[in-house]
Nanobody
Framework: QVHLVESGGGLVQAGDSLRLSCAAS????????MGWFRQAPGKEREFVAS????????YYADSVKGRCTISRDNAKRTVYLQMNSLKPEDTALYYC?????????????????WGQGTQVTVSS
């Protein structure tokens, strides 16, 4: 059974940084594309960043481009999201997702497995 467990969220001030982690088990991690999505209260889930199986392809939402970096360590079966210069509008529940087909995608419909999420709250 696939398990994705996010960590690293918290309450920070605007301008601070956070690094989210997603530890995977129950899957061949090195063959999975991985993504980060977020959902704020009253809003739809939105794409944040994604990375393909090798780490050679990455995509970012325009809202986080230049402030966030997605990376992965296949040996540790972990994907990361480094977030810098955080803004109050980044406040959301952040989800890690896995795509068994291996490619990076911006669409949540391409992901087969999801974590429970980690909360990020940015105060102004």
């Amino acid at each position: 059974q696939v398990h994705l467990v996010e960590s690293g969220g918290g309450l920070v001030q605007a301008g601070d940084s956070l690094r989210l982690s997603c530890a995977a088990s129950g899957l061949t991690f090195s063959s999975y594309g991985m993504g980060w999505f977020r959902q704020a209260p009253g809003k739809e889930r939105e794409f944040v960043a994604s990375i393909n199986w090798s780490g050679g392809v990455t995509y970012y939402a325009d809202s986080v481009k230049g402030r966030c970096t997605i990376s992965r360590d296949n040996a540790k079966r972990t994907v990361y999201l480094q977030m810098n210069s955080l803004k109050p509008e980044d406040t959301a529940l952040y989800y890690c997702a896995g795509n068994r087909r291996g490619y990076a995608s911006t669409s949540f419909t391409h992901y087969d497995s999801w974590g429970q999420g980690t909360q990020v709250t940015v105060s102004s």
